[in-house]
């Protein structure tokens, strides 16, 4: 995926379709600006790889650059069901309030998805049996995934957040790794939540989603809130959270949130993903599923910014939908670095 504010490195230009979009439409506009002296001008879409490289090449040091934007976005019903046939008319696009025009508009559904799972592994977790709940819903998740998806385990407990599977297609050795997890030590969730997302966004390209599967406490961050949310939203990697309901939380009046909850659904709204609190095995099945209706189709709307400096302030993003009782799920934001 393109990322706002970086020229697509040469060699990751063929790794997937987002970076296909950045591609032609940045020589798109190389060619709208410049005259090749002796060659005719030839559209982007009628050239093959190897021409589109040469002309990147050749142009790299212009003045002008294309920033584009590129935001995976899902729309849902009010039950939650994916919402499939709208067109680029149907979404209005804000960045920093100031409207701008949608540049392209597609659809994803068959592309493989790599999904990394963050399990919590602190102590916390092995009360009422909420580890082994953990791992048979990553196991239900694994199984239920396509030919061609990857899926990698992340694990954090005391000061530790490491790789325990890197992504993989083989469920086997996936399984058993997990299987052997044991929880232990106090709750980094900040730190964790902090340092993940690059660490998924540098191991992989294409479509790609982290699962945050925790009980929601902390008590050993040296992160505040505040950072660990603007390292998330740096990079472009959905949080999908599942928490579990503590026993107190559990006997709250319903609809009430606690402070644990509202900054893990905070986490995910910013990254455009979401939080499903569970009390049960029936709604950690629902949380699953939910998940993965969300990853198998998604609309991508490009963008150019229409600012000159770039500066490393982040800029707010808002899409709304023009009909009404939709609800549209994207990510909030960017950095816009040099």
Known sequence: MCVPGRRTPKNNIFRGTLARIGLILAVGSILTGLHLAGEKQQAPEDMDPAELDKI???????????????????????????????????????????????????TEDQEPVSIAFLLDLSGSMRQVGK??????????????????????????????????????????????????????????LFDALGATPSLVDKETKGRKAIVLITDGHDNASTMNTFKA????????????????????????????????????????????????????????KEAVIGIQEELRF????????????????????????????LEIRTRRGYYANP
């Open 56 to 106: 990147l090449e050749l142009h790299r040091t212009e003045r002008e650059e294309v920033r584009l934007v590129l935001l995976p976005a899902v729309v849902l019903t009010k039950k939650g069901r994916p919402v499939r046939g709208l067109k680029a008319e149907d979404f209005q696009l804000f960045e920093d309030h100031v409207p701008h025009e949608i540049k392209y508009f597609g």
């Open 131 to 188: 580890l082994d709940e953990a791992k048979e819903a990553i196991r239900v998740f694994v199984d239920s995934l396509r030919t061609g998806d990857r899926f990698g385990l992340i694990g954090f407990a005391d000061d530790q957040v490491s790789w325990i599977t890197e992504f993989t297609a083989d469920r086997e050795r996936f399984l058993l790794r997990l299987g052997v997890q044991e929880a232990y030590g106090q709750t980094a």
């Open 298 to 325: 998604q609309y991508v709307i490009g963008y150019h910014s229409l600012r000159d400096t770039w500066d490393g302030a982040f800029r707010r993003i808002k899409v709304e939908l023009a009909r009404k009782g």
């Open 229 to 284: 949310v603007q390292l998330a939203r740096s990079v472009e990697v959905p949080i999908y959270t599942i928490a579990f309901a503590s026993m107190a939380e559990r006997l709250q009046p319903k609809g009430s949130v606690s402070p644990g909850m509202a900054i893990l659904g905070r986490f995910s709204r910013e990254t455009g993903g979401r939080i499903y609190g569970v009390d049960d095995p029936d709604e950690l």
